[in-house]
């Protein structure tokens, strides 16, 4: 079977059938990943895990939304690592 790669409508390039834009879903990927490593983190720590899930897939959903690139969407979990690492540092210790 030949596929051919170029521009012709009468016979198109298969794969984008198949899978859609190339790199489409890494960004989702990335914020799953990302949610994973909040949840195990927040437990490490003893803290409640699920808002930080939560904000992880929340903050991925939104960027993937606006057509962020994936560069912008590790930034921005970076982000929120900074703000449980300052949530960490500064809650009181339980006695």
Known sequence: ???FHGGDAAEP?????LIGEPMAYLPILVGLAFAIGFFRAAQYE???PMPWTVSSVGLTL???Y???GIFLVIL???GLFGVM???NA???PDA
């Open 62 to 64: 939104i960027m993937s």
């Open 85 to 87: 690492w300052w949530y």
């Open 13 to 17: 390039y298969i794969g984008r059938d």
């Open 90 to 92: 500064n809650r009181k």
């Open 76 to 78: 921005a979990q970076l």
């Open 66 to 68: 606006l057509g962020t």
């Open 46 to 48: 003893r803290m409640s």
């Open 1 to 3: 079977m030949h596929v």
